[in-house]
Structure formats: structure tokens, C-alpha cells
């Protein structure tokens, strides 16, 4: 009898978060296993000490919020019986972009808003609904296992009673966030390190949930204020589920770190506020405490750029891209790359040493949009470290052109909406329609 699936019988996903959920979704369709580890307890439905940026607000931008839907059909209504809210994409989300407000009209696209460990509690309950996946909670990665230049598993320890077990895998996924530790080990198994391109951004977070007194500020349930040079501060207030909304703060560089303390951060929210944002919140009572957390760089590993790569062994999510999360691209990127995954395994079927190297290259495809859109409105800012890409004074110009088109012309702006939210390829911005209604404005 021939296998089905040779070299496919058992995968392991290193960690489960948004990344290491989404790619055993896809993982469960293509291995006869799928074997997740998770050091945290995922009982509850509350921010967890693995994912500490739970605290802060996750949005999906259109691209990610489609995977979503098709990975776990019926998610989005499953959310909003549970009281998450749904918002449409450019008329109910207020986006002022480095001081130009966008123009809202309704481009057809609708975004599920809730905190992300309540959309994480709903997707990690569809994937144990799978039966060929186990979620292994409470226990800790110590190291993966090799054989030659392949990696063949997983060394774990339990949490909870001290027991070390090895775990066999045909494929490691290593989806451990922004600490995730491929390069390292593709170290010690004598291969080169990927190369990391890194901005800085000294970016500080501060967010709390709260209640408004007077209800969502005139209609929107997003608003987005991003920073802009000169004052390199910014404001989201976005509804959550059971009626919440999550008010979040944050500063670039150490002049512009958000206060802790619940005076001075509603303070500095105040002074970043437009006016009927200020007056909603008047009288906003603070639920529970004011977190922090520091984004020192964004950094993207290029294992693409490898000439020789472990077989066994792939990064997806943050492990192999963390974004400026101004731009909300984390959990989007992590979608397609989950997606790009499935395609990779069925297109190395016959030979399974080729996937890491297939994926690598795709994935890096996937990631290079949200990426170089980051980069591109961060150093708008003219505070960010990092190399300036080629020809940034044309880029510069044609951007700020952009958003100003973009204030009054509702066509340019949905298409603006649409290469954020990655459903429209970032040329749809320099095609010769654009450009016409970009450069015609007086
Ligand atoms: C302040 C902030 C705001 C953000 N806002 C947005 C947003 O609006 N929209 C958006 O799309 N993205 C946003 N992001 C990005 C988003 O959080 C990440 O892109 C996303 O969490 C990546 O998922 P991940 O699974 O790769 O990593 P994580 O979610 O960090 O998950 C890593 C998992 O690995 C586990 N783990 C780690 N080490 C071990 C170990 N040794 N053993 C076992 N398990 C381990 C952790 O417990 C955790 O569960 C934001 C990020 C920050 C910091």
C-alpha cells in the first residue's frame, strides 16, 4: 500500500498564537497529525502572559479578515452572536493618515471588531474541533530534535509535572512570535543565519478598555489617528465586544512615551483626540488598568535569501516578520503566509525537502506589501532608524499627494483602503487612473 501523504504524517506548531492557530488549520488539512505547543494555560478567555500585546488593540485589515472567514467558515457570525461588532471598512473606520483624514464612503468590505483574545478563544475552539489536531497547553519548547541537516521534532517539558517527552514531526513549524528561534537553530546545525532587515521605531503602546458614557463618536466604530512628523503621536479608539471600546495611545521615540497612570493617559489621548472623539470621552470610566508595551523595531528574517535550508523546519507569523503594529498588518500577514503554507505542501507533495525553501521564497513574496508600506509611512515620519529605501523623496511626495487626493476623491481613497487592507496590489496606487486623480487636484 502506498502513503497518501509520504513524509506527512505528523507536523508540530511551535506556540498558539494568531500564527501557530492559523497554520494548524492549514496543517490539518495535509498531515494525518497536527501537534500544537503552547506554554501558556488557555483556559480562559483573558489576555495570556505568552501574548502580552493582547492587551492592546488587534485589527484585521480586509485581506485577513477573508482568510479568517475561509479557513473557519462561520466565524465572523459566530463572533458576532457573542458580541463582537462588525464594521464597515471605510464609512464606520475614520482613518486620519499623517493628518489627512480619509475620505469615508462604503467600499463593500466588512471587518469583525473585537479584543484579541476573544477572537483567539473562538479560533482555538474551531481548531480543537479538528480531530486530527492536539493542543498541548502548559507545556514548554526545550529544543527541536536533528538528524543530519533535518529536523525531526521536538524536545517539550511539561509545565506541570516536569516530564520531558520528545515528539517525532515531519515538519516544525515554529510560530513562537516575535522571539521565535529558527535563525538560532539554523545556526547550530551549521547553516548560515538568515540576515534580519530591521527598523527602528522606539515605538510605546498604552491602551485601556473603557465604557463611553455617550456611545460611539459621531457613528464610527474605529478611529485612527496616526502620527505625524513633527508630533510623532498617535490614537486608535476601537469597539470591542459587549458594547467595550479600547482606547490606545503611542509615541515614537523616549519624548513620546504614553503615561501609565489613568490621569495622564486620558490626558494625553485628550490632546491627540479630534473634537467629537474628546467629547466622547468625557466621563469614559477606565475599566481595569492602563498597559504598556514597547515596540523597540520591526524585523524581518530572510530565510528566503538562504542558499541552503534544514529540511523540516518553516517560521510563519511574527518568527519570521514582526510589522510597526501602527499599520495592524501582524495577523493579516500571518493569514497569508498560513495560506501561502497550504499551497507550498501541495506543490511539494512529491518531494517534501523542497517545502522549506518553496515557502520561504513564497512567504517572503507575501510579506514584502505590508512591509515596505510600513517602511515607507515610518519614515515619513523622519524618526525611525533603519536604511532609507531608494528614491524616498519621490516616494515621500507621492505619498503625501496621495493622502491628500485621498481626503476628498471617495474612489482613490477606497483604493487606498484596499491596498492597506492588501485585497488591491500596492501598484493599484501608481496605475495611470490614480494617477490622473491624484495629480489633476489643485
Ligand atoms: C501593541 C501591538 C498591537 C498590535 N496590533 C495589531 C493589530 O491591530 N492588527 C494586527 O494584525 N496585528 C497587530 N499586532 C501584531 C500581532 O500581535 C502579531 O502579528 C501576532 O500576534 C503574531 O502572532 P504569532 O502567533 O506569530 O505570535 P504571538 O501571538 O506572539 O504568539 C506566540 C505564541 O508562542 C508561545 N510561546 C512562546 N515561547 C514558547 C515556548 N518556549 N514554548 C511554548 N510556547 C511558547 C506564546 O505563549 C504565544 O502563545 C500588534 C502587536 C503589538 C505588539
Not at 506548531?13 to 494555560?41: K, N, P, S
Not at 464612503?105 to 481548531?127: D, K, N
Not at 530591521?198 to 463611553?212: E, K
Not at 517602511?375 to 533603519?386: I, T, W, Y
Request: proline letters at 5%; glycine letters at 10%; a positive charge.
Amino acid at each position: 500500500m502506498t502513503d497518501a501523504r509520504p513524509g506527512r504524517r505528523q507536523a508540530i506548531v511551535l506556540g498558539a498564537g494568531f500564527a501557530g492557530l492559523v497554520a494548524a488549520r492549514v496543517l490539518a488539512d495535509h498531515f494525518d497529525q497536527v501537534v500544537m505547543i503552547e506554554r501558556d494555560d488557555l483556559a480562559g478567555e483573558g489576555a495570556r502572559r505568552g501574548v502580552p500585546q493582547s492587551h492592546h488593540p488587534h485589527a484585521f485589515l480586509a485581506r485577513g479578515h477573508e482568510i479568517l472567514q475561509q479557513l473557519f467558515p462561520g466565524l465572523a457570525p459566530e463572533l458576532l452572536a457573542l458580541g463582537a461588532c462588525n464594521a464597515e471598512m471605510l464609512s464606520e473606520v475614520r482613518y486620519v493618515f499623517q493628518g489627512y483624514p480619509i475620505k469615508q464612503v462604503p467600499i463593500g468590505l466588512h471587518v469583525t471588531l473585537a479584543s484579541r483574545p476573544f477572537i483567539e478563544a473562538q479560533m482555538r475552539r474551531r481548531v480543537r474541533e479538528l480531530a486530527n489536531v492536539e493542543v498541548r497547553e502548559r507545556w514548554e519548547l526545550a529544543g527541536i530534535t536533528t538528524e543530519g541537516p533535518r529536523v525531526t521534532g521536538a524536545r517539550i517539558i511539561s509545565l506541570d509535572t516536569g516530564a520531558s517527552e520528545t515528539l517525532s514531526g515531519d515538519l516544525v513549524v515554529d510560530c513562537l512570535g516575535r522571539s521565535g528561534r529558527s535563525s538560532a537553530w539554523l545556526e547550530e546545525l551549521g547553516f548560515a543565519r538568515p540576515g534580519e532587515d530591521r527598523v527602528g521605531s522606539g515605538l510605546t503602546y498604552a491602551s485601556g478598555r473603557v465604557r463611553l458614557a455617550g456611545g460611539a463618536p459621531s457613528g464610527d466604530r474605529t478611529v485612527i489617528v496616526t502620527a505625524v512628523a513633527g508630533r510623532t503621536r498617535g490614537l486608535v479608539l476601537i469597539e470591542q465586544e459587549r458594547g467595550e471600546w479600547m482606547l490606545s495611545v503611542h509615541g515614537y521615540g523616549a519624548g513620546n512615551v504614553p503615561p501609565s497612570d489613568e490621569a495622564g493617559f486620558m490626558e494625553f489621548a485628550r490632546d491627540l483626540a479630534p473634537a467629537d472623539v474628546r467629547q466622547a470621552l468625557e466621563g469614559a470610566q477606565l475599566l481595569g488598568k492602563v498597559e504598556l508595551f514597547k515596540v523597540p523595531h520591526s524585523t524581518r528574517r530572510r530565510f528566503d535569501k538562504l542558499r541552503r535550508l534544514p529540511a523540516g523546519l518553516i517560521a510563519l507569523g511574527d518568527s519570521l516578520c514582526s510589522f510597526n503594529p501602527v499599520y495592524g498588518a501582524g495577523m493579516t500577514s500571518a493569514a497569508m503566509q498560513a495560506i501561502t503554507l497550504g499551497e507550498c505542501l501541495v506543490a511539494t507533495q512529491s518531494r517534501p525537502q523542497a517545502l522549506p525553501r518553496a515557502y520561504f521564497r513564497a512567504a517572503s513574496r507575501v510579506v514584502s506589501q505590508p512591509w515596505w508600506f510600513a517602511l515607507l509611512a515610518d519614515f515619513l515620519l523622519l524618526e525611525v532608524s533603519g536604511k532609507q529605501p531608494f528614491g524616498m523623496p519621490l516616494i515621500r511626495r507621492h505619498l503625501t499627494r496621495t493622502l491628500a487626493a485621498a481626503e476628498h476623491d471617495g474612489e482613490l481613497a477606497g483604493d487606498l483602503f484596499r491596498t492597506i487592507g492588501m485585497v488591491a496590489p500596492i501598484t493599484r496606487l501608481i496605475s495611470l487612473r490614480s494617477l490622473l486623480r491624484i495629480y489633476r487636484r489643485r
